[in-house]
């Protein structure tokens, strides 16, 4: 009965230190990992956008 609750495959990134370095380094990799449009990008996108907006309308006037 015990044994259903091992699983195999499954290793203890804490009961080794080269694993639990790898399994921190893994963990930061995967965090750094953003959205590449930001609210930056977006930000200048949409100025972008209205600027041009702005000159179409005073050039149809």
Do not use: H, W, Y
């Amino acid at each position: 009965m015990a044994d259903q609750n091992n699983v195999e495959n499954e290793q203890d990134p804490g009961a080794n230190t080269q694993m639990f370095r790898a399994f921190v380094n893994e963990a930061q990799t995967e965090a750094k990992s953003e959205p590449k449009l930001n609210g930056r990008v977006l930000a200048v996108i949409g100025a972008a956008v209205i600027l041009i907006a702005v000159i179409a309308a005073i050039a149809v006037l």
